[in-house]
C-alpha cells in the first residue's frame, strides 16, 4: 500500500455565496412584508438555514499526495439524491481518486504550485458541470506561500 499524506481540503457548496444571501433576503423580505410589525431578522435568517460558509456545505474536496509523484482527490458528498438546503446532511465518499495529477519531488516550487492549481482546476471544471461551486479563498491565499517540495518528502 502506497503512504498517502494529505496536504489540504477545500468546500464544495450547492450555489454562490451571493446567490444564498440574495434568495435568504428575499425570504425576509416577502415574510416581513406579511407582517405589521416586522420579525426578528436574525430569527428569520436562523429559520432560513443559517449562515452560507458552514451551511450550505455539499461535499469536500480532499487533496493528497498519492506515493511518491501523484497529487489525487477524494470527494465527499452529501448522501441526498436532491442537493437543496437541509439541516440534516450525511457525507459519503465518492471518489477516492477524482483526480490524479502527476509531479516530480525534483521540480521547482513554481511548477509544484502549477501541478497543484491544476488539480484544483481539474476537480472545479467537474464540479461545475454540476452547477457546484467551491470555496477556493483559503487554497488562494496560501498555496503560493507555501514551500511544497519540503512538504512532498
Not at 17 to 45: C, F, G, V, W
Not at 64 to 71: L, V
Not at 99 to 109: H, L
Amino acid at each position: 500500500m502506497l503512504k498517502t499524506k494529505y496536504l489540504f481540503e477545500i468546500h464544495v457548496y450547492r450555489l454562490k455565496k451571493n446567490a444564498y444571501y440574495d434568495a435568504m433576503k428575499k425570504h425576509i423580505d416577502k415574510i416581513n412584508s406579511k407582517m405589521q410589525i416586522p420579525m426578528d431578522t436574525e430569527y428569520l435568517r436562523k429559520q432560513y438555514g443559517g449562515d452560507w460558509q458552514y451551511n450550505e456545505i455539499i461535499g469536500f474536496l480532499k487533496f493528497y499526495q498519492y506515493g511518491a509523484n501523484q497529487i489525487r482527490c477524494e470527494y465527499w458528498e452529501t448522501d441526498a439524491s436532491r442537493k437543496v438546503k437541509t439541516r440534516k446532511k450525511q457525507f459519503i465518499q465518492i471518489s477516492d481518486s477524482y483526480c490524479r495529477e502527476p509531479f516530480s519531488r525534483n521540480d521547482t516550487n513554481v511548477n509544484l504550485i502549477k501541478a497543484i492549481k491544476s488539480a484544483v482546476e481539474h476537480c472545479e471544471i467537474r464540479l461545475w458541470k454540476k452547477k457546484r461551486h467551491l470555496d477556493k479563498k483559503l487554497f488562494n491565499n496560501t498555496v503560493e506561500h507555501i514551500i511544497w517540495r519540503d512538504v512532498f518528502v
